[in-house]
């Protein structure tokens, strides 16, 4: 018995599979960061896992432009109007570089009292690293939009470019900086942000120089009506985003409260993790631009349709990687660190991560065909209210009904029940409400 339309798979894979490889870069620069970094002690590694958190903060707040710039490109470009498609690149990539400014210098003012709050043990060496990773942070905002554009017009293989010059570039440079090789000075986990930020860069002059191959021209446009409708689009999305990473940042406190060793084992598991769902991710992208595509052109029965064929693929894809995150974390941990009691925690949270990746998969991909439907309110109101209510309430209360030593498994318990029931709801809206939630904005 045929699972899923064969036509409606292939056609996401040739989209999602260079974006695979293209999403992987943050990943795999987050776990090279955490290698290198590994060999400074735990509690380097738990300074840069803290500052990732408060890094992820800062980069979300693009999703304020980033989101209703894919949406208004998809439809538009369902419906061939060019103009709009030129239009909203431009006033995107203004709004972008004036988004950065701002985002930047709140967050160079407010960061080191964060950290202090957030991971009072290693907030010194956390400060060294994200201090120079808002540079990183900066060069995100531009590059997010460029990736929109290429992303809205089903060009996905520039992506994987930049993505993979972005790699290399991250890779090369971590140990030499951080550990002082080639005789470069050494500087620590300040130089993996440094290696971060010189990697950002070439990988945006990589955008930068394929998008003149583009149909469309690329290049800051003075805001008009057009920039309030990306922004009234992207605006429930930025604020799910930033709610959501603030939840986490919350999340994260639970955490910490069981010791740097769970503080620990929980970034190793994160980053890890952060790589094996990225075919989830992209899947989710892929099925944003096709089902923006079909709304964009009126056949919104039709976008329904193709919908739920891209969830089941989701939730087949989920199973895979869950597989192999549980199985294969017992081999993966004891890479990144040569205490055992971490790696063996780290291994236990993704046994936890993969029994759910089917159904995180069902959320990522179900989530973004609404919103590429023209409802960006829906998925927030969701994906918030079972962060909070289903995670980081548990998070705080069941870590200390657990056997002694296990204090941060009641935590990733918690994580378990949020993506089971947000898996629930958002199947449940979708099969009811999807025809009244698809609406045309271009």
Not at 233 to 262: K, Q
Not at 274 to 300: N, Q
Request: charged share 10%; glycine share 10%.
């Amino acid at each position: 018995m045929r699972v899923v339309r064969g036509d409606v798979a292939r056609r996401a894979l040739s989209i999602g599979w260079p974006l695979v490889v293209a999403d992987s870069a943050l990943s795999i620069a987050w776990i090279v960061d955490t290698y290198f970094v590994g060999g400074l002690g735990s509690e380097s590694i738990a300074a840069v896992g803290a500052a990732g958190y408060l890094i992820w903060l800062y980069m979300v707040f693009s999703t304020l432009v980033y989101m209703g710039v894919l949406v208004i490109l998809g439809q538009a470009i369902g419906s061939g109007n060019r103009g709009l498609v030129e239009r909203a690149a431009g006033e995107g990539l203004t709004l972008s570089i004036l988004l950065s400014i701002i985002v930047c210098a709140a967050a160079f003012a407010a960061s080191k009292q964060l950290l202090v709050v957030l991971a009072p043990e290693v907030d010194q060496l956390a400060w060294e690293y994200l201090s120079v990773s808002l540079l990183t942070v900066a060069l995100h905002y531009v590059t997010i939009l460029y990736d929109a554009v290429f992303r809205a017009l089903g060009k996905t293989m520039p992506i994987l470019y930049s993505s993979g010059v972005f790699t290399l570039a991250n890779t090369a440079l971590d140990p030499i900086l951080i550990y002082g090789r080639l005789g470069a000075p050494a500087l620590g986990v300040e130089g993996a942000a440094w290696a971060s930020v010189a990697a950002s860069l070439l990988g945006l002059l990589v955008l930068v120089y394929l998008s003149r191959y583009l149909d469309v021209g690329l290049r800051p446009l003075r805001p008009t009506s057009v920039s309030r409708s990306i922004l009234a689009l992207g605006f429930p999305s930025m604020v799910e985003r930033v709610v959501f990473v603030v939840g986490n940042v919350v999340y994260l406190g639970s955490v910490s409260r069981c010791g740097a060793d769970a503080l620990a084992a929980h970034t190793i598991g994160v980053r890890i993790e952060s790589l094996a769902f990225l075919p989830l991710f992209s899947i989710a992208t892929a099925s944003g631009v096709m089902v923006g595509w079909e709304v964009g052109a009126g056949r919104i029965a039709e976008s329904k349709s193709t919908g739920w064929e891209l969830i089941k693929l989701s939730s087949l894809i989920g199973l895979v990687v869950g597989a192999a995150l549980a199985l294969g974390g017992w081999l993966v941990t004891p890479i990144f660190t040569g205490d055992p009691r971490v790696a063996w925690l780290a291994a236990l949270y993704l046994v936890i991560a993969g029994l759910t990746e089917p159904l995180l998969g069902v959320v990522m991909v179900a989530g973004q065909i609404i919103r590429n439907a023209g409802d960006t309110r829906t998925p927030t109101l969701v994906n918030l209210g079972s962060l909070y209510i289903l995670r980081v309430v548990p998070a705080y209360l069941l870590p200390g009904l657990m056997p002694t030593g296990l204090c941060v498994l009641g935590a990733w318990l918690a994580m378990g029940i949020d993506i089971v029931g947000r898996a629930a709801a958002i199947v449940f809206i979708y099969l009811r409400y999807y025809t009244r939630l698809a609406r045309r904005v271009a």
